[in-house]
């Protein structure tokens, strides 16, 4: 039998609701993304959306190859692409390997850190399992996404999110995360904040709830 989930007091929630928004504001200040995209002309934004597709169905290459170099340029001056040694990432997607994984039924996708895994499901629109390792003793970890973005119930009580306040990178590389995965019996490093997993997944899925928005916006003018 599971554990059961020992549920915070008022107070507690309150607080934690304090430190989840003021995550958001802080991860949209250093990674302007939103903005950049919503003032953006709505040709770029299609362009953007058509990355995005292209993500899902693992051809990124292609289309990079296809966009014209202002809007390529322009792309990549904001962030929502990054290009390496190694390959590109189009957050939260990666064309690069990295310890994060979301498996669906047909795919297997990579992301640049732990918050923008648990950010592709519902940006998939299906159920998928992630898989990754604790930044700490390196067991290996995984738990259920579901479409919507809900988390297994076991997971909720193994798994949770070490994140650096201090990186101020523009860009995710998957080389150096801002964010990584740790187990229940590590204790994070004091540098880092450790996030219980529903919190660091409802700061992805804010930050990256724009898209399905933007999606819908522009099919239904």
Known sequence: MSPAIEFPDRETRARLRSEVLDAIALHRARHPLQQQIEAAEP?????????HE?????????QLDALDPATR???????????????????????????????TASTRYHAASA?????????????????GHCRQCGVALSHRINRQGGLDELAILQ?????????????PDTRRPPSWLICADCPPPDTVIRLP?????????????FIGRLRCALHNP
């Open 43 to 51: 040709a770029r934004q299609r362009a953007y959306l058509a990355l």
């Open 54 to 62: 292209a993500c899902r169905e693992e051809r990124l290459a292609a």
């Open 73 to 103: 340029a322009w792309l990549q001056q904001i962030a929502a692409i990054h290009a390496s040694t190694d390959g590109w990432n189009c957050p939260p997607f990666s064309s690069i390997e990295s310890p994060f994984i979301i498996e």
């Open 115 to 131: 918050i923008d895994a648990l950010a592709m499901p519902a940006l998939l629109g299906c159920d998928g399992t992630l898989h």
């Open 159 to 171: 798994l949770g999110v070490i994140t650096d306040p201090a990186d101020s990178a523009a860009v």
């Open 197 to 209: 997993l529903p919190p660091a997944s409802t700061i992805g899925n804010a930050f990256y709830g």
